[in-house]
């Protein structure tokens, strides 16, 4: 044998080795993000680990037998390479996921704006103009406390509490004069309240302040994959796009899961619902105030006094959040049981037909948000929420959309949503899906009730639009819920 062909042969063998060590650590790696992961169950990841290792066996040992022919370590370390860059494409992606997951998945805190406001005839142009003036302002929070002191940093003012909101605004509206701080919910749900779609054209913002509150994520020890749980589900439109810690909330669902018998009810409780806010006396007032008052937390306190049960759980979304999802595993197909088409009314592109309809995620967002084409306004507007629900997970359960398209459904997640659900809770729900892809039975329950004006106790020198409790649909709902996480 020539030198030529010796020296080949050990520079062949060397490769092959160093190939093999290479692909033994980049298998280790890989094996390490996907059981931290947690997302496969362990008979899939025992199956994907026992055919790599035994993969990676053979390589190593036709690596260090000297008695293999060289034609066929060129082929192994061609099929090697190969396998490396796709595994280490893999991992890549598996660390990327695994990173995000840990750091990225969910809001860890919120920031909520307060306005200085200004009638908009006002000779005031900016925070230095109202030197020394007076501004009043309601006190809903410890957000105040910090507020006082970023305001005086800026400018000498001095403040003065009023009653409640409807002064605030009112006195705005009457007087050129009047200097107001109000926060970024309660100025909203002002102008919500009114029919007189230029009336935010009479205000005038001359700054604006951001109080972040870092959230805490609580882990009940409840094993959601076996047994019976409540979500409540909240869903903000707020005009900044942001996850402020108070809102308006334009969705209030409970949704009870049964994964023992696979069954999932959708509670819905219309955002004008007259209800006893929780803590409150006296006045009822708009169950979409609740939000605006005291944030998820007192939105999910007043639903569970309205039906009884508490929630293991929340979360709450921006509209926003549904556009990502529905991006993600490729629109949605719902069935609209209306006899009639018609354009939605946020985007005049879309159009609902009797019957099957597929929606791509800005028409998706537009049908969860559509009222006005129904005589029932909101009640309907829920029916389409609910449906729409049940179409993502529809998709996501019965097809191959929570695995081919894993990487993108959690960057649509990104930071869109907040929940006391950890990442555990969610994976491991991701975990008992991929293991059993059967689908979910759904069922509904609508609360329902009767228009009127009322006084609220948000704004109580006011009668605003609001719905009466039906008794009969919220007995109705409770023994659905009841039944529900009853059953084997």
Known sequence: MSR???????????????????????????????????????????????ILCFLEAIYLFFAFTKRVKIGFLIFLDIVAFIVLIIEGFATYKLYQTYDFMENDMQVTETKDYYYIVVNANSSYESIKNIEGKVVNYFNDGDDYKRLESNIKSKVNVVLDEVEDYSDLMDNVLKNKDKVILISESTYEAYLDNS?????????????????????????????????????????????SGKMPKKSLSDVNMFIV???????????????DYYVQIHGTTGLKDKLTHAGMRG?????????????????DYYVRVNFNAVLNIVNAIGGV???????????LYHDKSCII?????????SCALAFARERYAYSSGDRHRGENQQQLIKAIVDKLSSSKSLVSNYDKILKALNGSFESNLSTKNITSMVQFQINDMRGWSF??????????????YSFPKGRLSVMYQNQKTIDAAKNKIKKVLNEN
């Open 4 to 50: 030529k062909k010796k020296k080949f042969r050990k520079t062949t063998r060397l490769v092959t080795k160093i190939l093999s060590f290479i692909a033994l650590i980049i298998l280790i790696l890989f094996l390490i993000f996907l059981y931290k992961m947690n997302v496969l169950p362990m008979k899939y990841f025992s199956l994907i680990a026992g």
């Open 195 to 239: 029919d007189d779609e230029t009336l935010k054209d009479n205000f005038k913002i001359i700054e604006k302040f951001e109080i972040t509150t870092e959230l805490e994520i609580s882990d009940s020890k409840k094993d959601i994959t076996s047994e019976p749980f409540i979500l409540y589900l909240s869903g903000i439109d707020t005009r």
């Open 257 to 271: 899961v049964n994964p023992q018998t696979r069954k999932i009810l959708m509670v819905n409780v219309p955002r």
């Open 295 to 311: 944030g998820v937390k007192l939105s999910k306190a007043t639903m569970e006094d309205l039906l009884g049960y508490k929630a």
């Open 333 to 343: 197909t719902i069935d609209s049981k209306d006899n009639f088409t018609y354009k």
């Open 353 to 361: 037909k009797p019957g099957k309809n597929k929606l791509n995620a």
């Open 443 to 456: 069922d509904t329950q609508n609360l329902n009730g009767s228009t009127g004006l009322e006084p609220c």
